[in-house]
């Protein structure tokens, strides 16, 4: 039984009930082991495309595919058991047409057990929002910074200042009323994200947006300090574990030269002990 369809986790409804409640918590994650340490702290975990530039090495999210998608949203169901999933919809896999976004959609939730998808995009994607969730699938949406339209928006930079903000107004609007359960703002100036926030009906889930949006959402690589390229300015590094782990590597491979390691409790005696043990 795939994690999203145990009786712990909520389901989309329940995360758009949350509008205006408490404050809605969710995480990144890719592997089993992290799915399983921020199981019982996240409403929802999110399989991301940044999947491609934290553990593949990638330039951006563009070269993502289905498969990499698929293998990471099955390592990541298997660590939960009360958090819901969404997963990410990669770059190419839901542009071209509703029936496109369908089939892909339906595949991703197929394979992995994701209770929801996550696509980019503001009022050019509502026809394709609605058409998904007319079908059975709940689509959270994506708005302001996204990653995948990073060639056309000029880069990683803000968006929505000035006029501009008038026009991801009208993102949010649509893909509220197209049937998106939430949305994501990502790099946004704050007062906008609390315009947004005030005057759409769904819970707004803010990435370098605002602390009055309906909930948060950061890459854990980020806060957790693993990944170390670059650190966005909306990133707080709750741990430096990066440096704590070449640290560690530092101190193995000295000890491994100088013939430190393995110690005597690290080997094995050329006789069995008595009692059966395995040491």
Known sequence: MSATARKTAPMPANIKARKGGVPLVSLTAYTTPMAQMMDPHCDFVLVGDSVGMVLHGLPSTLEVTMEMMILHGRAVARGLSRSMMVIDMPFGSYEQSPEQAFESAATLMRETGAGAVKLEGGQHM????????????????????????I?????????????????????????????????????????????????VEIPTVGIGASAGCDGQILVVDDMLGLFTAFKAKFVKRYAELGQTGEDAIATYAEEVRARRFPGPEHVFADAAPKGGTRA
């Open 151 to 199: 060639n056309t928006l000029g880069g990683y930079t803000v968006q929505g200042r000035g006029a501009a903000g008038d026009i991801m107004m009208q993102d949010a609007r649509a893909v509220a009323v197209a049937g998106a359960f939430a949305v994501v703002l990502e790099k946004v100036p704050q007062g906008l994200a609390d315009r947004i926030t005030a005057e």
């Open 126 to 149: 509502a026809p394709t929002i609605d058409f998904l969730v007319k079908r059975g699938i709940p689509v959270m949406a994506h708005i302001g910074l996204t990653p995948q339209s």
